[in-house]
């Protein structure tokens, strides 16, 4: 079974305690007017009571009820105030924009800050009810009482109703429970979901709220305030912590809808869902999350602080803030609707959609950087631009191969021309070459590059991978030495003619109209000096000349012979057994290829063959070394 527990510490239950009504002005009007805070039995939104006043004929923001807890409180870092408001008479505030309802934090009756909260216009408003509010005491002001602010001395907690007409009966202005805290609610252990959390969060009855040890707050008679049940969804607002550093969870929850509250007076991330430990594994779906926030400040953010296992499928999120994955989380079917960044982390997205992302110029809705995956995991996903000049990915400049592989992604309403600060993806390295293949990628597809960096697309290239086998019993060998080599120039350079020249272990070659790349391999042949032979990796100068280092001063300048270059489809060692690489081709390519495995025993004959690439399909080829008796 779950456990629930909070981080909220009780500064009053309302149940009892010393009340009163701030005699300061605010708003250039003088508070005063209403009448005194006196318990309520019949009004109460946690525990049996809470403290109520009349509010006479008083208009134009006379209207105040604080709670005054006898000495300043000292707020932790990164602590808020939460707070029960409640006025009756939704449709007499003025306007949020004219504060009609405000929350005060004060160091005297006459000396504080406040912060505008609502209005007629807004939250719960026209038709009135209990709001808990969230303010973090260190934040802007939207001004003050009596002209000087409380000084960073919080002594009174309450509200201030702005109204616009008298009302001359009942007590239609109210507060009831204010707690201080971070406002963590967490869950470990396993099972449990957000109706029991919402029913833990809003337990109200006393005794034991459910879980095998849930936390008690004021002996099971409170209402948090931080997920609350609303109307078939739930409002969240606060740290939703799965899992603890200490503890895992083990939570799955389907076909749910989360709406964060805005929480304007508080911080960046204060609304934030973490999954704490690696043991603990989440699952959701068909979840849907959406910000109603006005600032930054109340958007909900996510982040994965361990890798722990994390799935979700269907899921929507809506004008949230940043998402931090790790390589253990899945995702299918997701789509993020004008979300902040998404940090890839080695995660893997399917189907995924991310639309409308507003971040500053030149920033990407999604970032990558893990060094040992040239594949990375976006596979039949769409990015769609939104107003802002951002790209759809960012590719990390240091901790990103350089051949990269994208399938199935369709990007949607980015600058068409490479350079750009809304081109489709960013490479801000300014000194690696990148090959892009592009698998079966529509829309507008184009790049940035860090200045001295470059990028070459391959357009839904084909691929050649070897397999190399053990032919007695198998296993799959690593170390072996594979050697692939074109025997037709209907795509590359075969057996064409060049000169070359050298200085010290410099060889330069000048071939006409070559068609290579930095990096690529050829087979240089026909040279009487042997030095100059051999398959060599290429730095490319020009359209028509490249250059290689040999490993001793080459013998004498210019070479002799008759002297031609082959491109060399692979060369280099297996890794378990596997080897690889792939290219756009106009035409079906031939090659011949050679397989030897290192001198160590075991030892192996040489294995060779034939075989074409088509435009159409990757080739497959494996090889079964004989082991040399």
Known sequence: MATYSTDLSTLTTAESGTWAELTGTILGFTLSGAGSPTMDTENYIQGTNCYSQTTGKAVDAEISIVFDYLSGYTFSAGHVVFGWCFYAVGTNFKTKANSGWMFVICSSLTAGDYFVIGGSDSGRNPYGGWTNVAIDPTATESGTLGGGGNGSSYRYFGQVCNTLNEISKGTPSAIDAIRAGRGIISIIGSGGSFSELAEYNDYNAGGTPPGTSSTSIDTGRHRLGLFQASAGTFLWKGLLSLGTSGSSVTFSDSNATIIIDDCPHTYPSFNKIEINNASSSVTLNNISIISTATTVNGVGYFEMVANATVVKNGCLFVNMGTFIYLSNASLTGCSFIGCGQVTHGGAIFESCNFQGFEGTADTAYMTYAVVTDSTPNINNCSFTKGTASTHAIEFDATNTPTTITLTGIDFTGYNAANGNTDSALYFPSTTKSYTVNLVGCTGDI????????????????????????????????????????????????????????????????????????????????????????????????????????????????????????????????????????????????????????????????????????????????????????
Do not use: C
């Open 446 to 629: 184009s790049y940035k590059v860090g200045t001295g960096g470059s990028v070459t697309f391959v357009i839904d290239p084909v691929t050649l991978e070897f397999t190399v086998r053990d032919g007695f019993d198998g296993s799959l060998l690593s170390d072996a030495r594979v050697l692939a080599w074109v025997t037709s120039g209907v795509n590359f350079p075969y057996q064409a003619s060049i000169s070359m020249t050298g200085s010290g272990t410099l060889i330069t070659v000048t071939h006409s109209t070559h068609g290579l790349a930095t990096n690529d391999y050829v087979l240089i042949e026909g040279a009487n000096e042997d030095d100059y032979n051999g398959v060599h990796q290429i730095t490319v100068n020009t359209a028509s000349e490249y250059e290689f280092t040999i490993a001793a001063t080459v013998s004498s300048s210019p070479a002799t012979g008759t002297l031609i270059s082959t491109y060399v489809l692979i060369n280099g060692l297996t890794v378990a057994g596997l080897i690889q690489d792939s290219w756009e081709l106009s035409s079906d390519q031939p090659f011949d290829y050679r397989v030897r495995k290192s001198t160590s025993s075991p030892f192996f004959i040489q294995g060779n063959g034939s075989d074409t690439i088509t435009t159409i399909a990757d080739k497959d080829i494996t090889v079964q070394l004989v082991r040399d008796a």
